[in-house]
């Protein structure tokens, strides 16, 4: 199976200091697309970004950022002065088309836990 | 209300009992996704649909059993549900895949006894 692997279980910091959340993942396909949610204490799964492969460019918006490279199979992500509202499990995701159909398939998840 | 619906929030029944999860979005996304959450297993596929009548199996769909007659309902089907099956279940809808992001609805929590 193609997997998608955040190596990092648990990330503890302290409130202001920047923390990246790794992720790698496998595919096969030249067409693919990968995201990142997040899920607060309260249960919800929120939509954070989405990147296709064919876009290499890095993005940030305010404090978070993005790291994808292809060569490596990585797709990172980058909160600057961390907040304890960030505080949080943050799963990366990958889709593919599969034959006909597409799958979406996440990490086992990051838990975030940002101390103040 | 638009969005993706669950129901029920909470389910409790007992071993061998078949139990359904029902899943309904308002916005005719052609995607729909069935995930259970479990501690150390991150989000693990159990199912997904393209589009109606069109389902194919994901990582973990041994045990479950899902349908897609109508573009809105996905339910999921536990035909007789055993302990290992107490998870967080989530089902997600997506406009045209990968190509948009996928949308969660609140989770059930089903508590096999």
């Known amino acids: 199976a193609q997997k998608v692997t955040q190596a990092q279980t648990e990330i503890s910091v302290v409130e202001k200091e920047d923390v990246t959340l790794d992720c790698v993942y496998e595919?096969?396909?030249?067409?693919?697309?990968l995201f990142w949610y997040k899920q607060p204490p309260s249960g919800e799964l929120v939509f954070l970004i989405r990147?296709?492969?064919?876009?290499?460019q890095n993005e940030i918006s305010g404090r978070y950022s993005w790291n994808f490279q292809k060569s490596t199979s990585s797709f990172n992500f980058t909160i600057t002065a961390s907040q304890v509202v960030d505080s949080a499990v943050y799963f990366c995701?990958?889709?593919?088309?599969?034959?006909?159909?597409?799958?979406?398939?996440f990490g086992k998840g990051t838990k975030l836990s940002v101390k103040p | 209300d638009a969005g993706i619906t669950q129901s029920p929030r909470y389910k409790i029944t007992e071993t061998g009992r078949q139990v359904t999860l029902m899943c309904h979005q308002t916005?005719?996304?052609?995607?729909m996704f069935w995930y259970r959450q479990d501690l150390g297993h991150g989000l693990r596929l159990i199912y997904y649909?393209?589009?109606?009548?069109?389902?194919d199996k994901g990582e973990v769909p041994d045990g479950y059993v899902v349908s897609r007659s109508k573009t809105e309902n996905f339910p999921l089907t536990l035909e007789s549900a055993t302990r290992s099956q107490t998870s967080v279940y989530f089902c997600?809808?997506?406009?045209?895949?990968?190509?948009?992001?996928?949308?969660f609805g609140q989770g059930t929590r089903l508590t096999v006894v």
């Open positions: 649909s393209a589009a109606a009548d069109i389902t």
């Open positions: 990147r296709n492969s064919f876009d290499e």
């Open positions: 995701a990958r889709f593919t088309y599969g034959g006909s159909q597409g799958n979406l398939i």
């Open positions: 916005w005719s996304h052609s995607y």
């Open positions: 595919t096969r396909d030249t067409t693919y697309y």
């Open positions: 997600a809808s997506s406009e045209a895949g990968g190509a948009t992001e996928a949308f």
